[in-house]
């Protein structure tokens, strides 16, 4: 099991910036690719980012390109996504997952553990 823990949410204005942090425990030597969600209310979880956790390489969703983050301290077990220039649109739960498979994983199913999620809401 991995267990882990979104943090760092809150209300932005828009065009501001916030860090999202996710630490990694447990048998986390299993994890291939970590990534970030969101789900806003009445919407599917969309997938954000990627990063391979042994190699760093990162992928994207379009949405985010060249305004969110990825990247990861394995010192640390800690993933972290670095959002700039947020919008009201951005709004929703936002959740890490763990990957055990290889792959560029970009699905819900494609990931094994997921954190209980962090708000963030941006303001007009």
């Known amino acids: 099991q991995v267990q882990l823990v979104e943090s760092g949410g809150g209300l932005v204005q828009a065009g501001g910036s916030l860090r999202l942090s996710c630490p990694a425990s447990?048998?986390?030597?299993?994890?291939?690719?970590m990534g970030w969600f969101r789900q806003a209310p009445g919407k599917d979880r969309e997938f954000l980012a990627g990063?391979?956790?042994?190699?760093?390489?990162?992928y994207y969703a379009d949405s985010v390109k060249g305004r969110f983050t990825i990247s990861r301290d394995k010192a640390k077990n800690t993933v972290y996504l670095q959002m700039n220039n947020l919008k009201p649109e951005d709004t929703a739960v936002y959740y890490c997952?763990?990957?055990?498979?290889?792959?560029?994983?970009?699905?819900?199913?494609?990931?094994?553990?997921w954190g209980q999620g962090t708000q963030v809401t941006g303001s007009s």
């Open positions: 990063v391979i956790w042994n190699g760093g390489s990162t």
């Open positions: 997952a763990a990957s055990r498979r290889s792959g560029l994983q970009q699905s819900p199913p494609g990931f094994d553990y």
């Open positions: 447990g048998r986390t030597f299993s994890t291939y690719v």
